[in-house]
């Protein structure tokens, strides 16, 4: 199995992360503005990572703030609330007022949290975490081929150049310059 590429005749890059990695959380800053650099004809997209049932809980929450249309909106709040506020997500609670805080009611996040949109998102997101032979995170697919950690870079800076390096090589694959 493979990350499928949603646009016909584009480059697609996927990061797979999940929220509470502190290594995903330090190579956001590195990513962003390498991603808002990214040519046209690459589609950039995040895909959580499930290698255990804590690590579904983070993917529900990732599609459901997807479903919701407010991904765009939290995703960095959210990282944030993680690693510099403790948030704890398995808490109710804390839960609770950080979904207020950010204008999202509660019902409404977990009625779509229990979809069976957001369930089938999860199942698919552990598949592809399987067929990737995923051993840890952060890691970049390229067209659903290709993989980059930040180990086979050697650093964060590393990762992207590969990446860039995968993305030059699939580009020339579909008959592009």
């Known amino acids: 199995m493979s990350l499928s590429v949603d646009v016909a005749g584009t480059v697609e890059v996927g990061e797979v992360c999940w929220y509470r990695c502190p290594h995903c959380y330090n190579l956001e800053p ?4 390498w991603v ?4 046209a004809d690459v589609h950039f997209r995040r895909i959580p990572a499930v290698l255990s049932d804590t690590w579904a809980v983070d993917a ?3 599609y459901t703030f997807e479903a919701m249309g407010v991904l765009d909106k939290v995703h960095k709040p959210f990282f ?3 690693h510099k506020d ?13 979904l207020k805080k950010h204008g999202i009611e509660r019902k409404k996040f977990d009625d779509t949290y229990k979809s069976m949109g957001v369930q089938t998102n999860v199942k698919r997101a552990a598949l592809l975490s399987s067929a990737y032979q995923l051993e840890g995170v952060p890691m970049l697919a390229v067209q659903g081929k290709y993989t ?9 800076a590393g990762m992207i150049a590969n990446t860039n390096y995968l993305i030059d090589m699939v580009r020339k694959g579909l008959g592009k310059k």
């Open 30 to 33: 590195v990513l962003e503005p």
């Open 86 to 98: 403790r948030l704890v997500v398995t808490s109710e609670p804390a839960m609770t007022e950080w």
């Open 80 to 82: 944030d609330a993680i």
């Open 36 to 39: 808002k650099k990214l040519p």
């Open 60 to 62: 529900a929450i990732f």
């Open 148 to 156: 980059v950690s930040a180990d086979q870079g050697g650093s964060q």
